[in-house]
């Protein structure tokens, strides 16, 4: 069955780094996600991309963040300069084209644990 | 923005019992979606619901879409020790946006 993957599992920064998290969603999907989930939270939507541009971003989503599909096949998360308080669980999802119009079932990947320290 | 609240929090169960949660919202939703989490792992998807009034299973999990689309419940039957995990409900708003909205997660442990 299709998933989606993120690489790497962990990672652990110093504080003030750029981090780059990599994803690898389910090939036919069209719609590309990245949640956050800081320990003991909820899951938090940051941004959303369809058709080589961002559709949707939260708050959160500031000049630190930006995300890029580089090729066919990878979906990226860059932090520009991690602060302590991004460390999370860093999830990324896809979807499909539902046929009632809209967006699919999203379908997530395992996600990467930042830590900064 | 739009929240979605789930109740209970948390709740301990013995083996065997079966177990109802909820998730409600003050604003409609188109879908809802149904995800398990365990420790350290990402969100697996459990049950989609795409109708109001749409009651769906798979295998000892059953979900409903609330009529109003403000709300939606998810059922175990029969609970086993690997069910333990927080449960999240998460919907997707009424404007065809893109991104769901995750309520908090309710905890589940099952005993012995």
């Known amino acids: 069955e299709p998933e989606v993957t993120q690489t790497p599992s962990h990672q652990v920064t110093q504080m003030g780094q750029e981090v780059i998290l990599r994803c690898v969603p389910i090939?036919?999907?069209?719609?590309f996600y990245w949640y956050r989930q800081i320990l003991g939270q909820k899951v938090e939507f940051l941004v959303s991309?369809?058709?080589?541009?961002?559709?949707?971003k939260s708050e959160i989503f500031d000049d630190q963040f930006s995300v890029e599909r580089p090729d066919g096949s990878n979906f990226t998360l860059k932090i520009r300069s991690t602060k302590l308080e991004d460390s999370a669980m860093y999830f990324c999802?896809?979807?499909?084209?539902?046929?009632?119009?809209?967006?699919?079932?999203?379908?997530f990947g395992p996600g990467t644990r930042l830590t900064v320290l | 923005g739009q929240q979605l609240n789930q109740s209970p929090q948390s709740m301990f169960i013995q083996e065997g019992e079966d177990v109802s949660m909820n998730c409600t919202s003050s604003?409609?939703?188109?879908?809802w979606l149904w995800y398990k989490q365990d420790p350290g792992e990402g969100p697996v998807l459990l049950i989609a619901?795409?109708?109001?009034?749409e009651l769906t299973s798979n295998g000892r999990l059953t979900a409903q879409f609330g009529i109003t689309r403000k709300d939606s419940f998810l059922n175990i039957s029969a609970s086993i020790p690997s069910d333990v995990g927080i449960y999240f409900c998460?919907?997707?708003?009424?404007?065809?946006?893109?991104?769901?909205?995750f309520g908090p997660g309710t905890r589940l442990s099952v005993l012995p």
């Open positions: 991309f369809y058709n080589n541009e961002i559709s949707e």
């Open positions: 604003s409609i939703f188109n879908t």
């Open positions: 619901l795409y109708k109001a009034g």
């Open positions: 090939s036919n999907h069209l719609y």
């Open positions: 998460a919907g997707q708003p009424d404007n065809y946006g893109q991104n769901f909205v």
């Open positions: 999802a896809s979807s499909g084209v539902s046929g009632r119009g809209g967006t699919d079932t999203q379908y």
